[in-house]
């Protein structure tokens, strides 16, 4: 919140001083980074000073988890407080999904409407637009959009970027939108006359599919899913990073002129694929594109972390950094990411990755700094699973969360801030194939029988953990889940199913 000169009168009253305590809240949410990419996370290979310098101001988390191992369902989780899993639709979805939330389920942006704040949601969104899936005419303004969700500003990719259509949408239209290119998008058959990655592969210029992404060739990209159109409004990739953080920037500079705190969701492209960060992030380290678009998620933070000082308000600004989900090398495009890894492990040596029911599909990093009330260069191995965050900031920010609201959230404030190094008794996480998994204070963790292939079947090399019978680990002595130990246990096997079943059944929270 802006400082200002104020009255000594108008200070002295309560309602202005409960206002000026509450801090700004920023959540910057990376793609796809792993617990082991970042240099504070012990990351030999690859240098990230400005996460560095957050984490020195902060709190650095070691058992913190998204809700799942893919994004859809893990941004629907944080942003409403309701596990996905509850929710149909929810899986990864397609760049004209109909939008996901409905404008009169409750958000994180609403709850903190309801505490004052100016709301705004930066980036990659992956919820859908829209009232209809497939019926969204991108020419005009768009009848639902995060506006509609408690958002005030909005400036985001409508999926991702590996999924058209290729442009930003600004408060519900496409920005820069260029009349003589009218967008038309389709994820059934390409359009007349347009090149597609199968037909012309010569046109791939910029980074040839490994797998998939062979429809619409954007930008000499292949995508996932067909368009036509887009002129002037289509993103370059490289400058994606360049566009998220100078809007970013632009809302934090107009806020501070204003008396409301700020919320701002800033979630990076980066290091979701393809990645293709700007020249001057290029070759700075040995893993090659997967790495320098790590160096270029540093420099956003960076950029971020630097408007909050020059602005003088740095100091009452929560800043919470994690991922939506573990990582994955290659996944569907030749940046050799797997191949120049150099020893670096992406998980930080966590079993499977993205999309697996192992701890490396959502174990991620977690960094809470607010340098007026957190002190610096903390650790915690306190655990914390995103969908808590709503619940646990409406208590930071005061404000309470109406009947039926955030129905999975709840409030672990004092574990977000650092003050209590245990958290929640248990987490759940969602696998690709909708599997759950319960991972436990006491460091126990079951994955419910489901069916599926031992390995990601359609290109990335990472193990699922899907198995038809229950697995039990105890991570305390095999962090890495080698050992499936329900046979020899089979009470505490029982007991954490009986949990996941409670909680399912709405019986438990
Ligand atoms: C997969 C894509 C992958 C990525 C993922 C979603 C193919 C072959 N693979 O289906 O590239 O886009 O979906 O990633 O299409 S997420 O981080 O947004 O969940
Ligand atoms: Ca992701």
Avoid at 30 to 44: C, E, I, M, R, V
Avoid at 303 to 317: H, K, S, V, Y
């Amino acid at each position: 919140m802006k400082k200002r000169w104020v009255p000594a009168v108008l200070a002295a009253t309560a309602a202005y001083s409960a206002q000026a305590e509450k801090p700004n809240v920023i959540i910057i949410y990376a793609d796809d980074l792993g617990y082991g990419d970042l240099q504070s996370y012990g990351a030999k290979n690859v240098e990230t000073p400005n996460v560095n310098r957050l984490a020195e101001n902060g709190v650095t988390f070691t058992n913190a988890h998204a809700t799942a191992s893919t994004s859809t369902p893990s941004r629907y989780s944080l942003l409403t407080g309701e596990y996905a899993w509850r929710k149909p639709g929810t899986e990864i979805a397609p760049g004209n999904a109909g939008m996901i939330i409905r404008p009169e389920q409750y958000t994180i942006a609403d709850m903190f409407k309801s505490a004052g704040y100016n709301t705004a949601a930066l980036g990659k969104w992956h919820l859908g637009l829209g009232d209809k899936t497939g019926q969204q005419d991108w020419n005009a303004q768009l009848p639902t959009h995060p506006g509609d969700l408690g958002f005030d500003y909005s400036y985001i990719m409508a999926a991702t970027a590996d999924r058209v259509p290729c442009v930003f949408i600004e408060d519900g239209q496409v920005a820069n939108w260029d009349p003589e290119a009218p967008i038309e998008v389709s994820y059934r058959g390409n359009f007349p006359g347009e090149p597609s990655g199968t037909e012309n592969p010569e046109l791939l210029y910029n980074l040839k599919s490994s797998h998939g992404h062979s429809d619409a060739i954007v930008n000499g990209i292949g995508r996932i899913g067909f368009m036509k159109g887009g002129g002037k409004a289509l993103w370059k990739d490289e400058n994606i990073a360049d566009s998220i953080t100078e809007h970013a920037i632009e809302f934090i500079k107009k806020n501070a002129k204003t008396d409301e705190p700020f919320f701002m969701y800033f979630a990076t492209n980066d290091v979701h694929v393809p990645r293709f960060p700007h020249d001057r992030f290029r070759g700075k380290n040995q893993m090659g594109l997967r790495g320098d678009a790590i160096v270029q998620f540093d420099w956003s933070v960076g950029q971020i972390m630097n408007t909050l000082e020059e602005l003088g308000i740095a100091d009452n600004t929560l800043v919470i950094l994690s991922s939506d989900n573990g990582p994955v090398t290659d996944d569907g495009y030749i940046d050799y990411a797997e191949e120049l890894l150099n020893g670096h492990s992406p998980t930080g040596g966590l079993r499977g990755g993205k999309y697996s029911a192992y701890e490396g599909g959502t174990m991620v990093p977690l960094i809470v700094s607010w340098p007026e009330k957190i002190k610096g260069n903390q650790t915690s191995d306190a655990l914390i699973s995103q969908i808590d965050w709503l619940a646990s900031l409406a208590s930071i920010v005061d404000t309470r969360i109406p009947k039926g609201g955030a129905p999975d959230s709840r409030n672990y404030a004092d574990a977000l801030l650092g003050k209590d190094k245990v958290g929640s008794d248990w987490v759940i996480e969602q696998a690709n194939n909708n599997s759950l998994s319960l991972r436990t204070s006491d460091n126990w963790k079951l994955i419910e029988p489901s069916d599926g292939p031992a390995m990601v079947p359609w290109g990335p090399k990472i193990e699922t953990g899907y198995r038809d019978v229950p697995q039990l680990f105890n991570l305390s002595s095999d962090n890495g889940e080698e050992k499936d130990v329900a046979a020899q246990n089979p009470e505490k096997t029982f007991e954490l199913l009986k949990t996941l079943r409670e909680v399912k059944e709405g019986k438990k929270q």
